[in-house]
């Protein structure tokens, strides 16, 4: 019986871990589609700085939704 919950207790564990890594993919991920989206800007022939207010303007749009 020790055994069983020991064994519980472990699984319990790797999820969180898993939970918690699949967490920080996430937010690698939407870093890299935020720097995709800003050097397509950039490659469409927007300046620096416009394609930073652009990439600006899209977040700042998806966070009031």
């Not at 720097?35 to 620096?48: D, K, Q, W």
């Amino acid at each position: 019986m020790a055994k069983s919950r020991e064994l519980t207790a472990q699984i319990a564990e790797l999820n969180a871990k898993r939970a918690e890594a699949r967490k920080a993919e996430q937010y690698d991920e939407m870093a890299t589609d935020l720097r995709n989206l800003y050097a397509s800007y950039v490659a469409a022939g927007f300046t620096e700085e416009q394609a930073w207010k652009l990439t600006e303007i899209v977040v700042t749009n998806a966070a009031k939704k």
